[in-house]
């Protein structure tokens, strides 16, 4: 089994920063990729960020040049910094890890359960 934790969400002022972190466990054969993605009421789920096994990051233009994702592969662990946060950014952010599992070597998608990150005065 997988399990895939977030942990990081809070309520902050506009202009503010979080950080989130997403760690994935279990009967883990090989991460390929780690995602934040984030959900806000009445929106389809968006990708926010991706992180590569070889580091190259992608982004949404929305939070280009405001977050920032990195990565541990070793450790199965994904970060998301997030600088000057607006209203707009308020949404449940889910982590999402791509990878094999010692069980089915064909790469799945794990989810964590989310984390809420609310900004507003």
């Known amino acids: 089994q997988v399990q895939v934790v977030e942990s990081g969400g809070d309520l902050v002022q506009p202009g503010g920063s979080l950080r989130l972190s997403c760690g994935a466990s279990?009967?883990?054969?090989?991460?390929?990729?780690m995602r934040w993605y984030r959900q806000a009421p009445g929106h389809q789920r968006e990708l926010v960020a991706q992180?590569?096994?070889?580091?190259?990051?992608n982004y949404t233009e929305s939070v280009k040049g405001r977050f920032t994702i990195s990565g541990d592969f070793d450790k199965n662990m994904v970060y998301l910094q997030m600088d000057s946060l607006k209203p707009e950014d308020t949404a449940v952010y889910y982590c999402n890890a791509h990878l094999s599992s010692l069980y089915d070597l064909t790469p799945q998608d794990y989810w964590g359960q989310g984390t809420q990150v609310t900004v507003s005065s």
């Open positions: 279990g009967s883990i054969f090989s991460m390929f990729a």
């Open positions: 992180i590569t096994k070889r580091g190259n990051a």
